[in-house]
């Protein structure tokens, strides 16, 4: 069966400092992998999606960028983080090619302080 | 006007209530409905998938979906006080990367 992994569970991080958010999934391949950010009471942003390695499409150009150094890895990244980058960041996989259900992870609890 | 809209609640209800939750959406290339439940500080499950018109059940869960009104609903039968948690509807249109368009989440707490 398919797993999909997600570190750190909760993060603080000061305002300016980087940012490495790491998934992974186990159990299939060649995944679309998608990652989102949900704000308290609000629903989901999606912010990246990847169909391949080292195939990246950003949704909402913001501090944030992403990148997939394996098939069934996907990194979610920050050179200075901002006040506004605090929230619950998820990461998802959906079968390659016709999977439109997506499967998510536990998630990250980052607050930026 | 967003793309998908869902009452955010709170819908409080007693144990053993029949309980709808709903979405409505503007976009009839949706094809692909799901609904997720997610419980406090933690991932979106996947609970129901439908494609199409019609109704699916799954135990004490049935999904509708009608796309003539560009409607779907979520009933879950014989509620318990673990169902409280948020429900989110998302849809998708064929082709593409799979995009999900998310709901914004309807907060249910049942109460024993």
């Known amino acids: 069966s398919q797993t999909i992994h997600q570190w750190p569970a909760t993060l603080v991080q000061p305002v300016g400092s980087p940012l490495s958010l790491e998934c992974t999934v186990e159990?299939?391949?060649?995944?679309?992998l998608y990652w989102y950010r949900q704000a308290a009471g609000r629903g989901l942003q999606l912010l990246f999606y990847s169909v391949g390695i080292g195939q990246i499409s950003s949704e909402v150009p913001q501090n944030l960028s992403a990148s997939r150094p394996q098939d069934r890895q996907f990194i979610l990244s920050s050179k200075k983080l901002l006040l506004s980058d605090s929230g619950f960041y998820l990461c998802?996989?959906?079968?390659?090619?016709?999977?439109?259900?997506?499967?998510f992870g536990p998630g990250t609890r980052l607050t930026v302080t | 006007q967003k793309e998908v809209e869902q009452d955010p609640g709170p819908l409080s209800v007693p144990e053993g209530a029949i309980v709808s939750l709903n979405c409505t959406y503007s976009n009839s290339a949706f094809q692909y409905f799901m609904w997720y439940r997610q419980y406090s500080r933690k991932g979106p499950e996947l609970l129901m998938y439908t494609y199409s018109s019609g109704n699916k059940e799954d135990g004490r869960f049935t999904a509708q979906v009608d796309k003539s009104s560009k409607y779907i609903s979520l009933f879950i039968r014989d509620s318990q006080p673990s169902d409280s948690a948020t429900y989110l509807c998302?849809?998708?249109?064929?082709?593409?990367?799979?995009?999900?368009?998310f709901g914004a989440g309807t907060r249910l707490a049942v109460h024993p």
């Open positions: 159990g299939t391949s060649n995944p679309n």
């Open positions: 998302a849809m998708s249109a064929p082709g593409g990367y799979n995009k999900l368009i």
């Open positions: 998802a996989w959906s079968v390659g090619g016709s999977g439109y259900e997506q499967y």
